[in-house]
């Protein structure tokens, strides 16, 4: 095996790695491509599995897992932040109303960054807070994309329905009110990394008084182009 680090099992968990990045393969393939045992290739390939780093497809072939996707959107946060600060702030003085970015980190939310109304009744989220994954516009959309089994597990105990989540990605964005807390509504659409995953929510928020019950009539076009612009960033080489 080339490029041999001296630790077996990392060296050969990379070289089915990369066999798969070429694409699927089956497990005869994998001992092919590898020259590795096939009990070996299959204990290994199954362990992957266990962690998401593989999958399945229809075929049953192994194919590059989820996980891998999650790790390289964490691996481009950096970028995300540092696009975060001007487009939030657009985005703030377009709506007039509060604008916060959400990640998912399990089985909650973090909002990682935001900027406030200038003025007037405002909704603060902390940088750094944690929020349920159960209520909210932004946990809607850091949902609806998700795999159907994470999605479903992820519905359980939810304020919002699986039909509610396919409207969010029929239309591209999702609205709240009154989901995280009572006389405040939000707005917010999803943010993609390189591999067309959604890695983040992009969100205005306000009291209902002002921002109404059908927030997304007024809000959801600047919402979705603030999600477009983190997206862009994401995707620059």
């Given at each position: 095996?080339e490029n041999?680090s001296?630790?077996?099992?990392l060296?050969?968990i ?16 994998l ?13 290994i ?31 481009g946060?950096?970028r ?6 001007s ?46 994954m159960k209520v ?6 850091l949902?609806?994309?998700e ?7 992820g ?13 969010v ?17 939000s707005?917010?659409?999803?943010v993609?990394?390189?591999?067309n995953?959604v890695?983040?929510?992009?969100s ?32 620059r080489?």
């Amino acid at each position: 095996m080339e490029n041999t680090s001296g630790v077996g099992v990392l060296d050969k968990i990379t070289s089915i790695l990369g066999t798969l990045e070429a694409g699927p393969a089956t497990l005869a393939g994998l001992v092919d491509a590898t020259g590795l045992a096939r009990p070996t290739a299959h204990r290994i390939a199954v362990a992957l599995e266990h962690h998401r780093l593989l999958g399945r497809d229809l075929q049953g072939r192994f194919v590059l897992g989820p996980r891998l996707a999650e790790l390289s959107a964490a691996a481009g946060e950096d970028r995300l932040l540092t696009a975060a600060g001007s487009v939030l702030t657009h985005l703030r003085d377009v709506t007039g109303e509060t604008a916060q970015l959400y990640r998912r980190q399990g089985e909650v939310r973090i909002c990682v960054a935001a900027v406030e109304r200038l003025f007037g009744l405002r909704d603060t989220v902390p940088v750094g807070l944690a929020l349920p994954m159960k209520v909210g516009s932004a946990a809607q959309v850091l949902l609806a994309w998700e795999e159907p089994e994470r999605l479903h597990r992820g519905l359980q105990g939810a304020r919002f329905t699986a039909t509610a989540l396919s409207g969010v990605r029929r239309r591209g964005w999702a609205q709240s009110i009154g989901e995280r807390e009572p006389g405040v509504a939000s707005v917010s659409a999803p943010v993609r990394g390189p591999s067309n995953r959604v890695v983040a929510a992009v969100s205005v928020s306000g009291p209902i008084e002002r921002l109404t019950r059908h927030p997304g009539t007024h809000l959801s076009k600047a919402v979705i182009e603030a999600a477009a612009r983190l997206t862009e960033a994401l995707h620059r080489p």
